[in-house]
C-alpha cells in the first residue's frame, strides 16, 4: 500500500513537470517536456528516500539500532544528489544559439537518484521509476512532443544565385518543418552567396535529403550538414 502511495506522488510531480515544461516548449526553449519531467521525477523519487529510505535504521520509538554508531545514513547520500550535478554539467554544451545534452544531464541525475533507491532497499520504487523515464524516452523520440525532442542540424548552402534561392530554400524548410534558431549570410571570394542556417526539425536532417535538394537546384554549388 505504501508503494502504491508512492506511484501517485512520483506519477503527480510527472504530471507538475510535464506542465511547466510543455510551457517552456512552446516557446522553444532548450529545456522542454522531457527535460522537466525527468528533473521533477527524480526530484520526488529523492524526497521519498529521504523520508522513508532509512525507517531500517530505528526503531518505531525513533532509537537508532546497535551498530550504526550514531552515523547518519542520509549524509552520504545527500552528497550523492548534488555530488552527480558535476557529472551531469560536463554533458551539457552550447553550440552557437543551442544548447545540447541537458536531457541527457537530467537523465544521468535520475539515474543516481534510482541507484539511491535501489541502494536503499526501495526496489519497487526504483524499478517503477526506471520503467517510468524509459517510456518517457522512448514515447517523446517516436512522437515529438514538446522543443527538447526536436534535432538540431546546421546546413550550410553556397550558391551561386542567392536572391532567387532564398525562396526555394525557404519552401525546402518548409517541407522539412524546420525552425531556423540562427542564420548567417555571407559572400565568398567569388561573390557567391553563403548561407549558414542552424535548424530545429521533428526528425533528423540526413546526408541524403541535402543531396536531393542539391540535385533539385543547379545554383547550389556547395552544400553541407552536420
Known amino acids: 500500500a505504501q508503494n502504491i502511495d508512492f506511484f501517485i506522488r512520483i506519477l503527480a510531480a510527472c504530471f507538475c513537470g510535464a506542465c511547466i515544461g510543455f510551457e517552456r516548449s512552446k516557446r522553444f526553449k532548450e529545456a522542454g517536456v522531457r527535460t522537466h519531467i525527468i528533473v521533477c ?4 523519487l529523492i524526497m521519498i528516500i529521504s523520508k522513508y529510505g532509512f525507517a531500517d535504521l530505528t526503531a518505531a520509538d525513533g532509537a537508532v539500532y546497535n551498530g550504526t554508531r550514531g552515523a547518519d545514513p542520509a549524509r552520504v547520500a545527500a552528497q550523492a544528489v548534488s555530488g552527480i550535478s558535476f557529472l551531469g554539467a560536463g554533458v551539457i554544451f552550447k ?23 535501489v541502494g536503499a532497499g526501495m526496489y519497487w520504487v526504483g ?23 526536436f534535432c538540431t542540424s546546421r546546413v550550410q548552402f553556397t ?4 536572391e532567387e534561392f532564398a525562396a ?13 534558431v540562427s ?4 559572400r565568398d571570394g567569388d561573390g557567391n552567396l553563403c548561407y549558414d542556417l542552424t535548424l530545429k526539425t521533428a526528425q533528423c536532417i540526413e546526408l541524403d535529403d541535402i543531396m536531393q535538394f542539391m540535385t533539385e537546384h543547379k545554383e547550389i554549388i556547395r552544400a553541407e550538414g552536420v
Open 41 to 44: 521525477c527524480a526530484a520526488a
Open 127 to 149: 524499478l517503477f521509476v526506471t520503467l517510468l523515464i524509459a517510456v518517457f524516452q522512448i514515447s517523446m523520440h517516436r512522437f515529438t512532443i514538446g522543443a527538447d525532442s
Open 159 to 162: 550558391v551561386s544565385n542567392g
Open 95 to 117: 553550440n552557437g544559439n543551442t544548447v545540447k545534452g541537458l536531457t541527457t544531464a537530467a537523465g544521468i541525475w535520475a539515474t543516481a537518484a534510482i541507484g539511491l533507491a
Open 168 to 180: 526555394e530554400l525557404q519552401t525546402q524548410l518548409d517541407k522539412w518543418r524546420a525552425r531556423v
Open 183 to 186: 542564420s548567417e549570410l555571407s
